[in-house]
């Protein structure tokens, strides 16, 4: 089955550690986001790639970290400089080209405590 | 900065009534997509929009873009309940651009 597959579903980290959340892709896709979403908001922009070993930064990258060294994966990282880690996190692709649909991945909901 | 508001920001109808969310932008839009999210769900896609004025329908769905390209609207005949879930518009500022500014939300609840 082709998708995207965000891993885990659940996860619980301990305040001012580091974690990396998972995001892989069998679509072939070339264009990969993650996105943060807090209760009752809209989704916002951490950081995207248009290509392999290229990311730039979106609306809230403060805190965060990516990298993309294959095509399949956009790992993010999420570290101890980001004040409010809490939140359901949700990774996506496109083909590029302009006005591509996105295919959302089940989502990551991380719990800092 | 670029903001994409939506209204309502939530929403309960009785099964059978009609529906519609705004989306409202601060700048002129390339293009225009929306998504649903079932609760606990994620973002599917449903539709974009490209043309100034366009409208296009899927079954019970309509969708409209302005005139202006800077707001749109989603319409539902008849809800359902399986159209409960979250909607949201996001849009593309400028043309080629990858980076969707996705609306506030508008939380649909049907009640049978």
């Known amino acids: 089955d082709g998708g995207i597959t965000q891993s885990p579903k659940y996860l619980f980290r301990k305040e001012g550690q580091n974690v990396t959340l998972s995001c892989e892709q069998n679509?072939?896709?070339?264009?990969m986001y993650w996105y943060r979403q807090d209760p009752g908001q809209g989704l916002r922009l951490i950081y995207y790639?248009?290509?392999?070993?290229?990311?730039q930064k979106g609306d809230i990258a403060e805190g965060y970290s990516v990298s993309r060294e294959k095509k399949e994966s956009f790992p993010l990282t999420v570290t101890s400089a980001q004040k409010n880690p809490t939140a359901f996190y949700l990774c996506?692709?496109?083909?590029?080209?302009?006005?591509?649909?996105?295919?959302f991945g089940q989502g990551t909901r991380l719990t800092v405590v | 900065g670029q903001q994409v508001m939506q209204i309502p920001q939530y929403q309960h109808v009785q099964e059978g009534e009609d529906f519609t969310t705004y989306c409202n932008s601060s700048?002129?839009?390339?293009?225009i997509q929306w998504y649903k999210q079932r609760p606990g769900g994620h973002p599917v896609f449903l539709i974009q929009?490209?043309?100034?004025?366009e409208v296009k329908k899927q079954k019970r769905l309509t969708f409209q873009f302005g005139e202006a390209k800077k707001n749109s609207s989603l319409h539902i005949t008849a809800t359902q309940t399986t159209d409960v879930g979250t909607y949201f518009c996001?849009?593309?500022?400028?043309?080629?651009?990858?980076?969707?500014?996705f609306g506030t939300g508008t939380r649909l609840k049907v009640l049978a």
């Open positions: 996506a692709s496109s083909i590029r080209g302009e006005g591509t649909e996105a295919f």
């Open positions: 679509l072939n896709h070339d264009a």
């Open positions: 790639s248009q290509i392999v070993n290229d990311f």
């Open positions: 700048t002129t839009l390339s293009n």
């Open positions: 929009l490209v043309k100034s004025g």
């Open positions: 996001a849009g593309a500022p400028t043309s080629g651009t990858y980076k969707y500014i």
